[in-house]
């Protein structure tokens, strides 16, 4: 892929929240205040691509990856008085033009990756099967999802997966990890790194 064709995977959609964000803050923080209101939600519609990866869209992960990242440092960085919340929706398989017409294949591909079990090739066959569409949410479900989410008056979390499919992909990849972590519990703390219990307690409450 070059660099030109990064657009069209959604790098430049990350650029495009990153300002309406600002935007949005600046008004919320300064100035709903004015006005008697206090706070506001900025929603995010990323994608469980967000969490979960497969194979051939490196690309739009890392555009996505990103999005999560960006949302999620700012809504640390917000003094909890403000009461603004940032959220994350990440919805799976969606009725929309994802594998319709904004499906494309980038650039030329390297021979060494033409056989028919490669991982990137299985993939596409398996998105070529129009029954696995059957079960998307529409872009409907995803705006009453938005909606819903905050109204309801629970706590509004940073990362929210939308649908079946989503929940179930995103607390297999979350399990994944865990069971990775503790395995390597023993490797990773023999290279020192202790923080002591104050500044480790302190670290704690700012990476919540």
């Known amino acids: ?6 657009g069209l995977t959604g790098i430049d959609a990350v650029w495009g929240a990153v300002e309406v964000t600002k935007r949005a803050l600046g008004v919320m923080r300064d100035e709903n205040p004015k006005t008697g209101q206090r706070g506001g939600v900025i929603l995010f519609v990323s994608s469980m691509g967000g969490f979960v990866t497969t194979p051939g869209s490196a690309y739009y992960h890392a555009s996505k990856f990103a999005m999560e990242g960006f949302a999620e440092s700012v809504a640390k960085e917000l003094h909890t008085s ?3 919340h940032l959220s994350v929706l990440e919805p799976g398989g969606t009725t929309t033009e994802y594998l319709g017409r904004s499906f494309k294949m980038m650039g030329s591909r390297h021979p060494a990756y033409a056989a028919a079990d490669m991982p990137t090739n299985q993939m596409l066959a398996l998105l070529e099967n129009k029954d696995i569409r059957k079960g998307f949410s529409s872009a409907d479900d995803i705006a009453r999802a938005m909606w819903e989410l905050v ?3 629970e706590k509004i979390p940073i990362r929210v997966p939308i649908g079946n ?10 399990g994944k990890v865990k069971a990775e972590l503790e395995a390597l519990e023993p490797f990773s703390t023999s290279f020192g790194g202790s923080l002591g219990s104050e500044a480790r307690d302190a670290l704690g409450e700012l990476t919540q």
């Open 1 to 6: 892929m070059m660099h030109d064709e990064l």
């Open 82 to 84: 403000w009461n603004i």
């Open 151 to 153: 109204t309801r008056g």
């Open 165 to 174: 499919d989503a929940w179930a992909a995103v607390v297999d990849e979350a």
